[in-house]
């Protein structure tokens, strides 16, 4: 026939919904190799009626895997791992550039991890950060700085 498949490729799963009444949905994938570290990652922007995907990797740093969107589903950090050291970076709304604003040892004490990007821009960041117990904390990206005073929220 001359109906050609929609079908997303073997790999890919949904990522995340896009909240803005259109028809994308954010779909990734991420091959990995034999010791499980990343090897070909993908964040793609597709459109549930037609088919198409758009790739979102525009700039992406290398190694990485993990990616937190904003309200509008774009990617807002991203995480990229190799060996030991994780590194965080930021895109501004409207920048290309990815700028790294964090870097960490694998399980070192006093890291960080993006959990949530507000609509109204605010990053919010889970960690222990000197606490007994994980908490969530208010980032502000161009300041790099995580704010210890006061934890949003404690568990």
Known sequence: TMTVSRLLPAGWQLHSTVDDGGSEIVVSRVARDGVGDPTDVQLSRLDTVTGERRSLNEGLPPDAWNWLLDA??????????KGNQIR?????PGATAWEQIAQFERFKDGNWWPWFVEPDGTVIVTGRLGRDTSALYRLDPGTRQVDRRQPLLAV
């Open 72 to 81: 509008k589903g774009e990617p807002r950090l991203v995480a990229a791992e």
């Open 88 to 92: 965080i970076h930021w895109r501004a």
